[in-house]
Nanobody, 122 residues
Framework: EVQLVESGGGLVQPGGSLRLSCVAS????????MSWVRQAPGQGPEWVST????????SYTYSVRGRFTISRDNAKNTLYLQMDNLDPADTSVYYC???????????????WGQGTQVTVSA
């Protein structure tokens, strides 16, 4: 059974930073691209970023480029999202997802973890 457990969310002031983590189990982590997706209340899912299975290839949605960094540690079966210079518009539930995605084709809901809340507010 695939399990994805996110952590690291919280309340942060605008301009602040957070680092999200996602521990994966139930599949061969180092063979799969991984993604982060976010969804705000009343809105559809928004693909944020994808990293290749080996970690050498990354992609980001335009609004987070230069502020967010996706990475992974295959020895620890863990995916990360470093978020810097956070803006209130980044407020959302962030989900780790198995597989790749794009702005127009985010990973399907069935591939997500349970999510972690990120709130950016003064």
């Amino acid at each position: 059974e695939v399990q994805l457990v996110e952590s690291g969310g919280g309340l942060v002031q605008p301009g602040g930073s957070l680092r999200l983590s996602c521990v994966a189990s139930g599949f061969t982590f180092n063979e799969e691209p991984m993604s982060w997706v976010r969804q705000a209340p009343g809105q559809g899912p928004e693909w944020v970023s994808t990293i290749s299975s080996g970690g050498t290839g990354t992609s980001y949605t335009y609004s987070v480029r230069g502020r967010f960094t996706i990475s992974r540690d295959n020895a620890k079966n863990t995916l990360y999202l470093q978020m810097d210079n956070l803006d209130p518009a980044d407020t959302s539930v962030y989900y780790c997802a198995k597989g790749g995605g794009t702005e127009h084709f985010p990973p399907p809901r069935k591939s997500w973890g349970q999510g972690t809340q990120v709130t950016v507010s003064a």
